[in-house]
């Protein structure tokens, strides 16, 4: 892709401070944030994303709010989205600036990731083991990947249907998943980019996540749950991925207590950061900015001159 500037992708954990360094870097090089977060494309889970609120933007920002929860949504559609986002961006003689902290997404925004059929939305292939996965359980599944192909089955979880279900998909296209793993370590950059990381210290970073799922309480994560609920999209926020939101939803329905369901999500949130370190430190293309302090002047002036140094070369 050709763009007369690199797109300046900032990531990094939950909580590290990528939102609002994103919005100070656009404004200061006259650019719009592309968001890279695979639960902000949903409509109306605003709160427990993490989502920049309307009147919270200082600049235009792309890839919100895209579908509804629990509607399908895939990598490969972020791609053809972000991608159009630059190219538009970059038309109108801005800058685009993708933020996230969905490593996988910001990799299909950027790098020439061909996804398969298999990796698209309303994949028959996706249904049948779907079902299979609710009729008999994710063992059952697995076990029938074992069976077909053991090299990937050895290398996803038994309790990871959905990427059990995207083995099968593969499959029935002549590939396998653990082909596919092994070659993402090699594919090619096809967007022009920058890449800058957010660094916390892992036990302040805890602080941080534990005070953002308190101040969401706070904000009203608990009347945003039930709102989702009544308007019939307990399929969407219940989903294994959406942390935040299953929790509360366990609450409301006598499973656990709120305050239980407060102290589930702070645990879930620590081990998806951890998570999203350890994706992110693999890639040697990343500049690292010390955001500990949470310093927005520094760590805006170290982004800038990063930005500066990729550009003039």
């Given at each position: 892709?050709?763009?007369?500037?690199?797109?300046?992708?900032?990531?990094?954990?939950?909580?590290?401070?990528?939102?609002?360094?994103?919005?100070?870097?656009?404004?200061?090089?006259?650019?719009?944030?592309?968001?890279?977060?695979?639960?902000?494309?949903?409509?109306?889970?605003?709160?427990?994303?993490?989502?920049?609120?309307?009147?919270?933007?200082?600049?235009?920002?792309?890839?919100?709010?895209?579908?509804?929860?629990?509607?399908?949504?895939?990598?490969?559609?972020?791609?053809?989205?972000?991608?159009?986002?630059?190219?538009?961006?970059?038309?109108?003689?801005?800058?685009?600036?993708?933020?996230?902290?969905?490593?996988?997404?910001?990799?299909?925004?950027?790098?020439?990731?061909?996804?398969?059929?298999?990796?698209?939305?309303?994949?028959?292939?996706?249904?049948?083991?779907?079902?299979?996965?609710?009729?008999?359980?994710?063992?059952?599944?697995?076990?029938?990947?074992?069976?077909?192909?053991?090299?990937?089955?050895?290398?996803?979880?038994?309790?990871?249907v959905k990427r059990v279900v995207r083995a099968f998909e593969l499959l029935s296209e002549g590939k396998t998943y653990a082909q596919q793993k092994a070659a993402l370590a090699h594919i090619a950059q096809v967007v022009p980019a920058v890449f800058i990381g957010l660094s916390v210290e892992p036990a302040v970073l805890r602080e941080r996540i534990d005070r953002r799922v308190d101040s969401m309480f706070d904000s009203g994560?608990?009347?945003?749950?039930?709102?989702?609920?009544?308007?019939?999209?307990?399929?969407?926020?219940?989903?294994?991925?959406?942390?935040?939101?299953?929790?509360?939803?366990?609450?409301?329905?006598?499973?656990?207590?709120?305050?239980?369901?407060?102290?589930?999500?702070?645990?879930?949130?620590?081990?998806?950061?951890?998570?999203?370190?350890?994706?992110?430190?693999?890639?040697?293309?990343?500049?690292?900015?010390?955001?500990?302090?949470?310093?927005?002047?520094?760590?805006?002036?170290?982004?800038?001159?990063?930005?500066?140094?990729?550009?003039?070369?």
């Amino acid at each position: 892709m050709q763009l007369a500037h690199p797109v300046i992708c900032i990531v990094g954990p939950t909580a590290s401070g990528k939102s609002e360094l994103a919005q100070r870097v656009a404004m200061a090089v006259d650019g719009e944030v592309v968001s890279a977060d695979s639960m902000q494309v949903y409509c109306g889970m605003d709160i427990g994303t993490g989502k920049v609120l309307t009147d919270e933007r200082m600049v235009a920002h792309h890839c919100l709010d895209l579908v509804n929860p629990g509607e399908q949504f895939s990598a490969a559609l972020f791609q053809a989205h972000a991608r159009a986002c630059f190219k538009d961006i970059d038309e109108r003689g801005k800058r685009a600036i993708l933020c996230g902290g969905t490593g996988f997404y910001v990799r299909a925004a950027i790098d020439d990731y061909d996804f398969p059929a298999g990796e698209q939305v309303g994949n028959p292939v996706r249904e049948y083991y779907g079902q299979i996965a609710k009729e008999k359980g994710a063992a059952y599944l697995w076990g029938l990947l074992d069976e077909a192909d053991p090299d990937s089955a050895a290398i996803i979880p038994s309790n990871d249907v959905k990427r059990v279900v995207r083995a099968f998909e593969l499959l029935s296209e002549g590939k396998t998943y653990a082909q596919q793993k092994a070659a993402l370590a090699h594919i090619a950059q096809v967007v022009p980019a920058v890449f800058i990381g957010l660094s916390v210290e892992p036990a302040v970073l805890r602080e941080r996540i534990d005070r953002r799922v308190d101040s969401m309480f706070d904000s009203g994560l608990v009347d945003e749950v039930e709102i989702l609920l009544d308007a019939g999209f307990r399929k969407g926020v219940t989903a294994p991925q959406a942390i935040g939101y299953k929790e509360i939803v366990d609450a409301l329905d006598g499973k656990t207590t709120l305050d239980e369901a407060r102290d589930s999500i702070k645990t879930a949130t620590h081990r998806y950061a951890k998570r999203q370190r350890t994706w992110f430190r693999k890639d040697v293309r990343i500049h690292w900015i010390e955001a500990t302090e949470l310093n927005f002047d520094y760590m805006c002036d170290e982004a800038l001159r990063i930005v500066a140094k990729i550009d003039a070369t």
